[in-house]
């Protein structure tokens, strides 16, 4: 089972990619580095479909998502 995604570099402005969970896997993805998502501290959030998750550094530098 040999599926090749074609990756890129470039960040649509708003990553306008829909993935509404019905299982399409998309042909390209957006790439954001985590230098740019976390320029004012260790954590953010992110409100998806009008919930808010929180996206943290940990002190080990790992990522936590949490609702």
């Known amino acids: 089972m040999n599926k090749t995604v074609d990756r890129t570099s470039e ?3 708003g990553l306008s990619g829909s993935d509404d ?3 399409v896997e998309p ?3 957006g790439r954001v580095e985590s230098a740019t ?3 004012r501290g260790r954590e953010v959030i ?3 479909r009008g ?3 929180r996206l943290r550094i ?3 530098d790992k990522l936590i998502l949490t609702k």
């Open 51 to 53: 919930q808010e998750y």
């Open 27 to 29: 042909t390209t993805l």
């Open 37 to 39: 998502l976390f320029q």
């Open 46 to 48: 992110i409100v998806h």
């Open 11 to 13: 960040i649509a402005p």
């Open 21 to 23: 969970g019905a299982g």
């Open 58 to 60: 940990t002190k080990s």
